[in-house]
């Protein structure tokens, strides 16, 4: 096994994963707390320092956005498990596999692999920042902020290889996320221009919705149990709305516990430059979509809420989200 050619406990301590669910303003978050850097491709590196920002400080937080590990830590074979004690579980080939000792991420050699996996996570994304440092002058210690949303499933696995890395669990409410990817799965939507509708009528929105309520439910859970199994020190809870309503004082208190120097005017450019509308188009077809909490009492149907109640409800109320 060869030895990191950095200081790997330091590194992995400035790494800050965000998971939650998909359309929880993790994005818009991701973009904040890197500001100035814009999430555009540059060589293959996935961002770009704005010609305007160039002649500032060193860059201190380099964005990743959509790291995906946990799909190929624990990939996923089915739909969400469902336990007896109401709690979901992804299934995923290691939740099958795991106790035989041939399966390659055995628990009988977890020892042999454990060090491995987390070996390569901390080189791929020491790669970011030694690639940036060519691009543009970086800070010397500089945190890497990782946008997981997509994998918030496996986050327990993910944090159990890297420790020492800060936790953010993005919340927002379920039915406003449901809501959020029903438009986004309509015909003309921003996400259908890639891929196919995923809803052609009233039977299938209904499907949609109650799929989509188990996927919350399960990576509520799955965060919940990584947020657990955290230090307290190193984990934080951001709520959407919260951040909604007072974005400097929210992302101030986020950026101080990270360790990023932000006074006054940095933290009013960031939130002002990545202002809903500012960089891009807004509407229901769109990824902005329409930055208003509470939209789920009117573009639900009775039945799509009940629905979602349903299979949310308790989890919507630990989190503080009233019926």
Not at 46 to 59: D, I, K, W
Request: net charge negative; with cysteine.
């Amino acid at each position: 096994m060869g030895e990191l050619a950095f200081d790997d406990d330091a590194f992995e301590a400035r790494l800050a994963w965000i998971f939650g669910s998909t359309r929880s303003g993790s994005t818009w978050l991701l973009r904040l707390l890197c500001h100035p850097l814009a999430l555009e491709p540059e060589d293959g590196l996935g961002f770009s320092l704005p010609a305007a920002a160039r002649g500032g400080p060193p860059v201190d937080a380099l964005p990743v956005n959509e790291f995906l590990l946990g799909h190929h830590l624990a990939p996923r074979t089915g739909d969400p498990i469902k336990r007896k004690d109401g709690q979901y579980v992804p299934a995923t080939v290691n939740s099958f596999w795991t106790p035989d000792a041939h399966y390659a991420m055995s628990r009988h050699f977890e020892d042999a692999w454990r060090p491995e996996l987390r070996r390569f996570a901390l080189v791929r994304l020491h790669a970011v920042l030694e690639r940036a440092a060519t691009r543009f002058p970086v800070a010397g210690d500089p945190a890497v902020v990782i946008k997981d949303v997509g994998a918030s499933y496996a986050a327990p696995i993910t944090m159990s290889l890297l420790p020492r890395s800060r936790l953010v669990f993005m919340v927002r409410d379920g039915r406003d996320v449901i809501d959020s990817l029903i438009h986004a799965a309509k015909a003309g939507s921003w996400f259908t221009r890639i891929t196919k509708p995923l809803i052609s009528g009233d039977a299938d929105r209904l499907d949609f919705v109650r799929g989509k309520s188990i996927e919350w439910a399960c990576g509520t859970d799955s965060c919940r149990r990584a947020w657990r199994a955290q230090p307290p020190e190193l984990r934080r809870m951001v709520r959407y709305e919260e951040l909604l309503a007072d974005p400097i004082g929210e992302l101030g208190s986020l950026c101080e516990w990270i360790g990023l120097k932000r006074d006054v005017a940095a933290l009013e450019s960031a939130v002002r430059e990545n202002a809903f509308g500012v960089k891009e188009p807004t509407g229901p077809s769109e990824f902005a979509r329409a930055a208003s909490p509470g939209l789920w009492r009117q573009n639900l149907s009775p039945e799509e809420q009940r629905i979602a109640e349903d299979i949310m409800g308790d989890r919507l109320a630990e989190l503080g989200y009233p019926a």
